[in-house]
């Protein structure tokens, strides 16, 4: 009797056709395409995931550092990928604060519109009142003179560093120019803003109003056009609702950043990826905290001062997760988590929130 071969259609090797699954990769060789199978494939496949989210999600919650451990022990199919557990949670964390997102742009841009109202009218009111106005123009001068005075006063005194004469002193204090006046502070010749806006001024004149160069580069031209942009919208919730949506992104960056202050506090502990393992994880529970409190709040609104001692207490998990995955004590853990918190939250993290500040501002 001949033994029948067949080709795999997954793997293109050769085996018996009395097997039903590919032997080598595992494919039902048998099973044919229907809508039937192609609905149970998508079905079980994202239970399996579930499934694997589950089992991790209680040891995630209640046994700092356990998952990590397991992971680099070698038991990576009983948990939940780390990055994948990341990728899970940090999906259902956005979704939930795009809701809070929302009401903030909002929040944000019916503020910005309540204080130019004010701002229109006290402007108003100063123009209709000539000594009103007189007043506010004889304060704006002594405010002046001091700042003038004081700039004097340093110069003067640094004279022996700076090599400035007296005479040089004089002209740049005369020069000084000690009114608000900038791209980010609108309150200057607003009146004359508004006019060449209300008769269709190019751009290009506005930014000149505005005091941009005529050689000025593209960052500077680009700062110039988003004032504008800004200026004539006052829509500072757009500004808002950029800087939310790069967070997303800038976790990527920062999560390996965290996981290289680990590798620089345990440099005997093993490579990079093994400190990698560790930030996912954490990482995941800190979005998971968050959630939790973002449906909390929905339900019920929580006093803040409890949301902090939720978030502070995710403090004491890392310094419990870092004692059991590096197998130290848990005053030596207690103090590098201090460390790898302060680092992160003093420097890391402000510097990315600048960076995606000046990012939002640029290209909302």
Request: proline share 2%; hydrophobic share 45%; glycine share 4%.
């Amino acid at each position: 009797m001949s033994i029948k071969y067949v080709i795999c259609k997954n793997c293109e090797r050769t085996f018996k056709d009395e097997y039903n699954f590919c032997p080598y990769c595992g494919q039902d060789d048998k099973q044919k395409l229907t809508l039937g199978v192609l609905f149970y494939n998508t079905i079980s496949n994202y239970f399996s995931v579930d499934a694997r989210f589950f089992k991790s999600f209680i040891p995630l919650i209640a046994k700092p550092g356990y998952l990590a451990s397991k992971f680099v022990e070698g038991r990576r199919l009983l948990y939940l990928h780390p990055a994948q557990m990341y990728l899970f949670i940090t999906v259902i964390f956005f979704f939930l604060f795009s809701f809070i997102q929302r009401q903030q742009i909002q929040n944000l841009n019916n503020e910005l519109e309540k204080s130019l109202r004010q701002e229109k009218m006290s402007i108003h009111a100063l123009k209709t009142n000539d000594s009103l106005l007189k007043a506010e123009q004889e304060k704006q001068k002594q405010e002046d003179s001091i700042i003038n005075a004081e700039l004097k006063k340093v110069l003067t005194e640094n004279k022996k560093y700076t090599r400035f004469s007296d005479s040089k002193i004089d002209s740049i204090v005369s020069k000084t120019d000690t009114k608000k006046q900038g791209i980010f502070d609108f309150d200057f010749n607003e009146s004359k803003m508004d006019s060449l806006i209300d008769i269709g001024a190019s751009n290009e004149v506005i930014y000149k109003f505005m005091g941009m160069n005529n050689d000025a580069g593209y960052f500077t031209k680009r700062l110039y056009s988003q004032a504008l942009k800004f200026y004539k919208s006052r829509e500072g919730g757009s500004i808002l609702g950029a800087f939310y949506d790069t967070i997303p992104i800038a976790m990527f960056f920062l999560l390996p950043i965290f996981a290289l202050i680990l590798m620089l506090l345990y440099r005997k502990k093993g490579t990079y990826a093994y400190h990698l393992v560790f930030s996912f994880y954490f990482f995941a529970f800190l979005f998971t905290v968050f959630s939790i409190i973002i449906v909390v709040n929905f339900i019920v609104d929580i006093p803040d001062g409890i949301d902090w001692l939720i978030a502070i207490s995710t403090f004491f998990y890392l310094c419990l997760a870092l004692s059991r995955f590096y197998n130290q004590g848990k005053f030596k853990s207690f103090i590098k988590g201090f460390i790898a918190s302060f680092l992160f939250l003093s420097f890391v993290a402000p510097a990315t929130a600048m960076i995606l500040g000046i990012f939002a501002f640029l290209f909302y």
